[in-house]
Nanobody
Framework: QVQLVESGGGLVQPGGSLRLSCAAS????????MRWYRQAPEKERELVAL????????QYADSVKGRFTISRDNAKNTIYLQMNSLKPEDTALYYC??????????WGQGTQVTVSS
């Protein structure tokens, strides 16, 4: 059964850090690119970061470049998003996804990140 479970969000002050995790199951995780998305209040869902199946190549939205790092552990069917130097505008519900799950219109519940003083 396909499942994506995001975790690691929370409340953090500006300048702080969080590490998000996404545990995937129910598909051949290691052959798919994986992505982190976020959706902030009053905004469209945004692609934040992408990592290729082998973990060699990564891509980031300009808004997070230099602050966020995406990684994956195929042995654990898990991807991560290390978030440093957090800003209030990073506040959003963060989701992971893949081509496999996107084409099936599947989304997990997400994990909430709130950056506030």
């Amino acid at each position: 059964q396909v499942q994506l479970v995001e975790s690691g969000g929370g409340l953090v002050q500006p300048g702080g850090s969080l590490r998000l995790s996404c545990a995937a199951s129910g598909f051949s995780f290691s052959i798919y690119d994986m992505r982190w998305y976020r959706q902030a209040p009053e905004k469209e869902r945004e692609l934040v970061a992408l990592i290729t199946s082998g973990g060699i190549s990564t891509q980031y939205a300009d808004s997070v470049k230099g602050r966020f790092t995406i990684s994956r552990d195929n042995a654990k069917n898990t991807i991560y998003l290390q978030m440093n130097s957090l800003k209030p505008e990073d506040t959003a519900l963060y989701y992971c996804n893949s081509y496999f799950t996107l084409t099936r219109n599947y989304w997990g519940q997400g994990t909430q990140v709130t950056v506030s003083s």
